[in-house]
């Protein structure tokens, strides 16, 4: 038995309901806060940071729900970066920051220590610092200094009650003025423009999958039937889409409490097909099971294939990711996909993730779990101060 209410994901208005933290309504604004995140950073004066050059390296501070920022900014550099960019969850800052180094410090309420501490020292220390976080908030102070620069999230992420307070639905408030600051910097391609259609994809998946539509014609509905009562294992077919399979992974255990693993092509293809005739790979179906005589079954393996454009994707990858997928079928190892519609790298990813950051909402709400609240994440929290 999967535990999952199927009728009240056929109610939009139960849903609703059922959503105290109100995460739907966030996701649902996902291309909003892209829209005045633009405003907000292009107000703050991110063209600036182009008039003192490229710097020699990039740190990326973030932790948590908030790490997202920094892998997308990986998956979208990519091995051509002109740069190295490297991603800190905390302290210490690498001893060989300085005053040719950026660093880039993302949290919604300004406070998280580690980003806070590595913005901190960079300063300290004479480096560009970028901050996003919340206004008045230690990160905000730093960010104010000369030569630096600090964007707040947008008003939709300080409401409060909402859920959107949390990093996990505050992605585009903090990724966004990243993105323009790399633009700006030209370590990727990322202008106003291009963000535009970013949040016009977004809108469009908000339209997909909105609460009022049946799980029939509802892909995050679909896809949230299909992982009940399973151990997803999310696997990206390559560099872009790995930041979408990381973040699928936490979006599923923070928001549906359901433990994920996460790889990308090809790397971890071996790794992946391995664990097809483990204790949750049960083999192909017995039709003459009998759940009263031989028990209920256990949660079993899910493959979750996070796909890109198929005409963007390499020959001999696309022929690897339907190996795996052949695999997986013939060991017994259910298999669901995600496959981005065409367009630019960032519109792409945009669109996987608002589909895997639905599918996890629905999850936790037709399995009774309130997706923007975690009793035992608030007690690890007050435990460690």
Request: negative net charge; aromatic residues 4%; hydrophobic residues 45%.
């Given at each position: 038995?999967?535990?999952?209410?199927?009728?009240?994901?056929?109610?939009?208005?139960?849903?609703?309901?059922?959503?105290?933290?109100?995460?739907?309504r966030a996701l649902a604004g996902a291309g909003a806060q892209v829209r005045e995140a633009v405003d907000l950073t292009v107000a703050a004066g991110v063209d600036r940071l182009a008039e003192e050059g490229r710097p020699?390296?990039?740190?990326?501070?973030?932790?948590?729900?908030?790490?997202?920022?920094?892998?997308?900014?990986?998956?979208?550099?990519?091995?051509?970066?002109?740069?190295?960019?490297?991603?800190?969850?905390?302290?210490?800052?690498?001893?060989?920051?300085?005053?040719?180094?950026?660093?880039?410090?993302?949290?919604?309420?300004?406070?998280?220590?580690?980003?806070?501490?590595?913005?901190?020292?960079?300063?300290?220390?004479?480096?560009?610092?970028?901050?996003?976080?919340?206004?008045?908030?230690?990160?905000?102070?730093?960010?104010?200094?000369?030569?630096?620069?600090?964007?707040?999230?947008?008003?939709?992420?300080?409401?409060?009650?909402?859920?959107?307070?949390?990093?996990?639905?505050?992605?585009?408030?903090?990724?966004?003025?990243?993105?323009?600051?790399?633009?700006?910097?030209?370590?990727?391609?990322?202008?106003?423009?291009?963000?535009?259609?970013?949040?016009?994809?977004?809108?469009?998946?908000?339209?997909?999958?909105?609460?009022?539509?049946?799980?029939?014609?509802?892909?995050?509905?679909?896809?949230?039937?299909?992982?009940?009562?399973?151990?997803?294992?999310?696997?990206?077919?390559?560099?872009?889409?790995?930041?979408?399979?990381?973040?699928?992974?936490?979006?599923?255990?923070?928001?549906?409490?359901?433990?994920?693993?996460?790889?990308?092509?090809?790397?971890?293809?071996?790794?992946?097909?391995?664990?097809?005739?483990?204790?949750?790979?049960?083999?192909?179906?017995?039709?003459?099971?009998?759940?009263?005589?031989?028990?209920?079954?256990?949660?079993?393996?899910?493959?979750?294939?996070?796909?890109?454009?198929?005409?963007?994707?390499?020959?001999?990858?696309?022929?690897?990711?339907?190996?795996?997928?052949?695999?997986?079928?013939?060991?017994?190892?259910?298999?669901?996909?995600?496959?981005?519609?065409?367009?630019?790298?960032?519109?792409?990813?945009?669109?996987?993730?608002?589909?895997?950051?639905?599918?996890?909402?629905?999850?936790?709400?037709?399995?009774?779990?309130?997706?923007?609240?975690?009793?035992?994440?608030?007690?690890?929290?007050?435990?460690?101060?």
């Open positions: 038995m999967t535990g999952i209410d199927e009728t009240l994901l056929a109610d939009g208005d139960a849903l609703s309901a059922a959503d105290p933290s109100g995460v739907l020699r390296s990039v740190v990326v501070a973030a932790l948590g729900g908030a790490s997202s920022v920094a892998d997308v900014l990986l998956s979208l550099a990519g091995r051509g970066c002109p740069v190295p960019v490297v991603v800190r969850r905390g302290g210490p800052l690498p001893s060989w920051v300085g005053p040719l180094d950026l660093v880039v410090a993302v949290s919604v309420s300004g406070r998280a220590p580690g980003p806070v501490g590595l913005a901190v020292e960079a300063a300290r220390r004479g480096a560009r610092v970028v901050t996003v976080g919340a206004e008045g908030s230690p990160l905000a102070e730093v960010g104010a200094r000369g030569g630096n620069l600090h964007v707040p999230p947008a008003r939709g992420v300080r409401a409060d009650g909402s859920a959107v307070r949390s990093s996990r639905f505050a992605l585009w408030s903090l990724l966004t003025p990243v993105l323009l600051a790399a633009d700006a910097l030209d370590l990727v391609q990322a202008p106003a423009g291009l963000l535009g259609q970013v949040a016009d994809r977004l809108d469009t998946e908000a339209e997909t999958c909105r609460p009022w539509s049946e799980p029939f014609v509802n892909p995050a509905k679909a896809l949230a039937l299909e992982l009940a009562g399973t151990v997803p294992v999310v696997l990206a077919d390559g560099d872009l889409m790995a930041a979408a399979a990381r973040r699928s992974a936490s979006v599923l255990a923070r928001t549906a409490r359901v433990p994920a693993v996460s790889g990308a092509l090809p790397d971890d293809a071996g790794d992946v097909v391995s664990t097809f005739g483990g204790p949750f790979s049960a083999g192909p179906d017995d039709v003459f099971a009998d759940p009263f005589l031989d028990g209920p079954a256990g949660p079993r393996e899910q493959l979750l294939l996070l796909r890109d454009a198929p005409a963007v994707v390499p020959d001999a990858d696309l022929a690897l990711v339907e190996a795996v997928a052949t695999t997986a079928g013939e060991a017994g190892v259910r298999v669901s996909e995600v496959v981005a519609e065409p367009g630019p790298d960032l519109a792409r990813l945009a669109q996987v993730v608002a589909r895997t950051d639905y599918a996890a909402t629905y999850l936790a709400l037709a399995t009774g779990t309130d997706p923007g609240q975690s009793p035992h994440l608030a007690d690890l929290r007050e435990r460690t101060g």
